[in-house]
Structure formats: C-alpha cells, structure tokens
C-alpha cells in the first residue's frame, strides 16, 4: 500500500494524529508498502517551522518513520489552482460572486436548515447573463470558484465502516479556489494524493463528511480515486471527544515518563483489536498482527490508567542495559549523577534497577526510587508515619534494636533476614511488627520491595544512618509532645 499522514503545521502532535498516523505506518510496514509524510502548509498564517519540527520529532520519538517526504502542501500550490482551473474551463465549477452579506446569509440559512445544502450560490451564478461572469472575471472583480457537485449519490465501500452512501444534494457547491486564487484544502489534497499515488486513505471519523467532496472532485479531474477508511475519533473518558482535559496534548509531553514502545502499544489498542486478549506487544508484534478488518467502529477511550499501567509492563520487559541508560541520562538532568554515591559491588545498580521496575509505571517515578539508594534525606509521607510508626515509643524500641542486630549482621539478604526474624522471635512479636517501621525508616514509604533486598541495595552504612536519622526523628517528636503536654497542664 501507498499511504500518507498529512498533519497541519498549526498545532503539536497530539494523541489522535499519532493514532492515524501510527495505523498508516503499521499498514505500510505490513503490506510491504509505502509511508508518505507530507505537511499540508497552505494555511500561511498558522503554519509554523517550529510546529512542523515538533511533528516530526513526535513522529521520530515514536518510531514511525517515513519513505517519502516529508513533502509541503505549500510547494504545488500552482499546481492546485490549474486543477481548480482546468474544472472551471470543462464547465465542472463556476464563479461566484457572493458579497460577503450574501454569503453571511447563506450560513444563516444553512444552520436553520440543520446544515441541509441550499445551493443559494450555484443559484446566483445561474440568473448571470450569458457571457457576464467571464466579462466581470476579466474586469478583476474578486470571485471565487465553486466546485459543480452533479446529481445522484457518492458511494464508497469504506475499510472500517463498510458501505458509505451520501446524497449529493445534501452537500453544497464547494469552494476550490479563494478570491485571491488560492486553493482550498479539498482541491489540494485531491491533487496531492493523485501526485503521490496515494492508493488508501485511513483518517478519522471527523473527515467523514470531505469523503464524497473528495471523491467527486478526484473523479471530475480524471484521478485514480484510492480505497477510504475512517477511525472512530477518541473519547475521554466522560465519552466526550477527546480534549485537553482528558490528555489530547502534545505527544512530547508524554516523552518525560512513557518509553516510546508502551506508547506505541497504547496507541494501537485505540480503536484496534488483535483479535484476542492479548494487550502487551512489542513493535514487531503489533506489525504482523495489524489489520483494516480489526479496527473498531466505535470510539475508542483513553485511559491514562491504562497507558501507565502498559509502561509499566515495557518498563519490565526492557532490556537492563538500555534501562540504565536511560535512568542515568535523567539522573544527570537531574544532577544527581554523583558517581561517588553507586555502591562499588558487583552488578549492583543492574540489580536495583530490576528491582525497582517491577513496581514503577513511569521511567520518573523509576528515577525518584532509584534516589532513595542514594545519599540523601529521606522524606517521610505522612501517610506511612501514621500508619506504621502511630505508637512512637515502641517504633523507637523496636529501630534501636534492629539498629543492635543489623550493625554485627553480614550484609546479603539472607542474613539480614535471618536478623530480624531472629530479633521478632526473642521480642515475642511478628516479624511484620519490625518491618514496617524499619521501612518508614529507610524509605519514608509504607510500601516498597521486600524489606531485605531494601537493606542490601542501601548497603550497611547507609541502611544504619538512616535508622539513625529516625530515632532521631522519633526522639524529637516526643520530646515536642511531651513539652506540648506540661504546657497544656502547667498552672496559671
């Protein structure tokens, strides 16, 4: 297959065109085929050099490169106006004269009719005499040239929807070129895509309605009309198309937290289906998987829980070389790269590493606990503290006697636990009863891997420094609640 994305310069990459721009890449890759970028730039205004390089580094970032391109709509506008031309000289569109207060009314009109065509115009151009509109043309007043849409119906097999049928009296006589002989975006892209022999058409729902514009025009100029698909638009997740609130944002901005694969992953399950349960894929996968027959026809939602829960899953499943890379590269963004503070032992941050990813969602969250084995203080969430260090005096009792037992202790998983077992069993307590304050204690969390490989990766210095900070921690906030007490209780 032959396929294009064609974004507008005038906005970021966001989550919808990544979508249709990710469906057409994986249709290149698995047919064989080829993948055109082309920026459709004709709106001068709006269109920017910064948008069109945050485009293609979204694009890159994701890993959806392209054959061809990137082509600009802007390079053919000439081309454009000789097509809207050549339909005028074979009588397939007409000039029209509107005044701006004509035109205005015509809209009125066409919003009271729920949108129903009107034809005012087509209309206006019919009571000319013969001869006028050529003769006003040559005199230079402005016009512009409408589209002659024929009578009948436009009818296309559609790959998502199947059969498509739109009356061509419900749709209006459409503007090719402007006043100042610019092309409008329905001529251009006809000509674009029979330029490049585009020879299947995959956007979403929203370009439903330029189908059959489309269609007629590519038939009227003698072009090869290509295969149509239409996506279902994503929803958020009050079944509302997709906005800003509900994450429609730059792709970039997902480039902080989400590996590029998860992404991709995510991307492909809206509003496609591999046919089974099957949701964790690699790139590869989804290519030999991907099909038209599998794309759903009704919205897909997105689901950031979701999204963070399969980068997650990447985060588990990438290779430990390229993860900490990866974690270093933000360490040192962060400035956190003190080589003096990586334990010297033997595959040591590799195995933190694969610790800690199995509970982290995104490469930040992965980055803050990497820190926490790291010099540094460690900030107690206030939830943990009140959970698990509630009785103040007995999480004292309990930190100064593992800090007794873990300072003779032989530091490997083991031992540690052999410790600490040993520890609850003569305090006639479960094990559970110390291990949740020394977690506090070591991480601020009330949560974490298991509290032994917690105790090797920290290493013994920093383990015990830690125990140490927390009584200190807790012996203050006694102190503070018992002169909080005899000020409550001392005479007037």
């Known amino acids: 297959m032959r396929v294009r994305f064609a974004p507008s310069p005038t906005g970021f990459l966001h989550v919808g065109g990544a979508r249709t721009a990710l469906f057409n890449w994986l249709l290149a890759r698995q047919s064989g085929g080829t993948f055109v970028l082309r920026i459709e730039d004709t709106d001068r205004a709006r269109s920017s050099v910064a948008m069109t390089n945050a485009i293609r580094r979204g694009l890159e970032w994701l890993g959806i490169d392209w054959d061809e391109g990137p082509y600009f709509q802007s390079d053919r506008v000439a081309e454009h106006t000789a097509a809207g031309r050549k339909l005028l000289a074979a009588g397939r569109a007409y000039r029209d004269f509107s005044t701006p207060e004509e035109l205005a009314r015509d809209r009125a009109n066409i919003a ?3 949108g129903e065509a009107t034809r005012a115009a087509r209309r206006r151009a019919e009571s000319l005499a013969p001869g006028e509109a050529d003769e006003r043309a040559a005199a230079g007043e402005p016009h512009a040239v409408r589209f002659l849409v024929p009578e009948g119906s436009t009818e296309w097999e559609d790959a998502v929807h199947g059969t498509m049928r739109f009356r061509n009296q419900d749709i209006d006589d459409l503007v090719i070129l402007r006043a100042d002989d610019s092309p409008t975006y329905n001529l251009a892209v006809v000509c674009d895509d029979a330029h490049v022999r585009i020879d299947m058409v995959l956007r979403g729902d929203d370009h439903l309605s330029n189908t059959p514009k489309q269609i007629l025009l590519a038939r009227a100029l003698g072009f090869p009309v290509p295969r149509f698909g239409h996506v279902p638009l994503i929803l958020g997740g009050d079944g509302k198309r997709l906005s800003k ?3 429609a944002t730059d792709i ?8 590029p694969e998860a992404m991709v992953n995510f991307l492909a399950l809206l509003g496609w289906s591999p046919g089974d349960d099957r949701e964790v894929m690699d790139r590869e996968e989804i290519i030999r998987r991907f099909s038209l027959g599998r794309i759903l026809r009704k919205g897909a939602v997105f689901d950031a829980d979701k999204l963070a829960w399969l980068n997650g899953r990447h985060l588990s499943r990438m290779d430990l070389a390229r993860l900490e890379a990866l974690v270093n590269a933000r360490l040192a963004d962060l400035q956190q790269a003190n080589e003096a503070a990586v334990q010297d032992r033997p595959g040591w941050s590799e195995g933190l590493l694969d610790m800690l990813r199995a509970r ?10 990497v820190l ?11 939830a943990a503290v009140r959970k698990h260090w509630k009785r103040p005096a007995q999480a004292q009792e309990y930190l100064e006697a593992l800090r007794r037992v873990l300072d003779g202790c032989e530091w490997q998983p083991e031992p540690l636990e052999h410790a600490l077992r040993g520890l609850a069993e003569d305090l006639g307590v479960g094990a559970g009863r110390l291990i949740h304050p020394l977690r506090v204690a070591l991480t601020g969390q009330a949560v974490s891997p298991g509290i032994f490989d917690v105790l090797y990766y920290l290493g013994k210095d920093l383990s015990l420094d830690r125990i140490d900070r927390a009584l200190e921690t807790l012996a203050a906030g006694q102190a503070e609640l018992r002169a909080g007490t005899r000020g ?5």
Not at 488 to 492: F, G, N, Q, S, Y
């Open 252 to 259: 970039a901005e997902y480039r902080r937290d989400m590996l």
């Open 488 to 492: 409550r209780t001392a005479p007037a």
């Open 372 to 382: 926490l084995y790291r010099p540094g203080e460690v900030r107690y969430e206030p």
């Open 245 to 247: 609130r509900h994450g």
């Open 360 to 369: 982290a969602r995104s490469v930040d969250a992965l980055v803050r606990n």
């Open 112 to 114: 009271a009719l729920a």
